[in-house]
C-alpha cells in the first residue's frame, strides 16, 4: 500500500508564501521520481515541478524562479516551497510518485492567493 498525504495549503495574499509537505510511504519514496501537480478549478491537472531520486529538477515555466521543490529522505517527505505567490497559482496541489506500474496521487491541498 502506497500512501501520499500533502498538507500545508492555504489563502495567502498575493506575494505571501507557503510550504507544501507529502509524507509518503517510506517502502517506496527513495525508489521514485517524484513531483507535484496542480488543477486550478475548470481547468486540467498540470505539471508544477519534478524531482528524481538523484535530486534533479524540472519546473513549469510558470513557476521557475518562485518554487522550489526537494526531497527529504531521512523524513520520507517531499516539499515544494512556494515564494511570491500570485493569483494564478490559486488550485488544489497533488503529489505524484512515478512507480513502475502506475501513478499514486494524495488527496490534494488547496491554495488560495487572493486579496
Known amino acids: 500500500q502506497v500512501q501520499l498525504v500533502e498538507s500545508g495549503g492555504g489563502l495567502v495574499q498575493p506575494g505571501g508564501s507557503l510550504r507544501l509537505s507529502c509524507a509518503a510511504s517510506?517502502?517506496?519514496?527513495?525508489?521514485?521520481?517524484m513531483g507535484w501537480y496542480r488543477q486550478a478549478a475548470g481547468k486540467q491537472r498540470e505539471l508544477v515541478a519534478t524531482?528524481?531520486?538523484?535530486?534533479?529538477?524540472n519546473y513549469a515555466d510558470s513557476v521557475k524562479g518562485r518554487f522550489t521543490i526537494s526531497r527529504d529522505y531521512a523524513k520520507n517527505t517531499l516539499y515544494l516551497q512556494m515564494n511570491s505567490l500570485k493569483p494564478e497559482d490559486t488550485a488544489v496541489y497533488y503529489c505524484?510518485?512515478?512507480?513502475?506500474?502506475?501513478?499514486?496521487w494524495g488527496q490534494g491541498t488547496q491554495v488560495t492567493v487572493s486579496s
Open positions: 505524484n510518485v512515478h512507480s513502475a506500474r502506475r501513478d499514486y
Open positions: 517510506r517502502s517506496i519514496f527513495s525508489l521514485y521520481a
Open positions: 524531482i528524481t531520486t538523484g535530486g534533479t529538477t
